[in-house]
């Protein structure tokens, strides 16, 4: 069993090893950064009363298979998502850049998730309908059912709301630059990348922290429809005093993450072995 074990283990790596990894996760993270773009620039016309609307990662693959070629632009964005969960993957089993138990979880979970997204751009390719838009109450409930589910959507929406203030921990530290092939950059790249990322991930803070109150509600009052995903975290930001000014602030900082992630990815070490 132990023989087979580093067999696999040896085998990923050489998958891992690979040159077009490195060429896919690239374009995973462009294709990330589009994505993102999407979602501020909707959310930030919303704001402003030039249109648009809020709406969360899944949306905007539904603007882009709308648009003049859009099926042919999703098939390269879930190409693009499909190599960035693989090396979110890699990250997580392989540990590469050596980040811990801690952070092969964070990168195993976000590559589920852009499984599942790469999974939505596919069906909506298809034609079969990006999925369902309550899913966050759906799975809130599914996790409600279980023994001591209103504790484990509790625990969850804390931990969403700790993901949020280490977002703004990345924001004010700017942590994320060392990740950057820095030297390569010049003084004005390197001012660029750095306000566009503080800017981005402060505001990547803000919604996560506004998803995770929203789960401690659905599970202080054992309700699940209390519970909101993305967009619907933008769509309570609308809602409040000033609304419109907080909703574009952080739809802005939305836009200025996807720039951020495209600059990320001709810049960003990728490491795999």
Known sequence: MRQQTRDVEQKARQLAADPWVERLARLGLVSKGIVYSIVGILAAQAAFGTGGR????????QTIVTQPFGKFLLVLVAVGLLGYMLWRFIQAFLDPENKGIFGRLGSFIAGVIYAGLALTAVRLIMGSGGGNSNSTEDWTARLMSQPFGQWLVGIVGALIIG????????AFTAKFREHLKWLQMDQKERAFATNAGRFGYFARGVVFVVIGFFLIQAARFSNPNQARGFGEALATLAGQPYGPWVLGIVAIGLLAYGIYTMVEARYRRIVTT
């Open 54 to 61: 809020t709406t969360d990662t899944a949306g905007a693959l």
């Open 163 to 170: 993901f949020g203030f280490y977002e703004f921990y990345k």
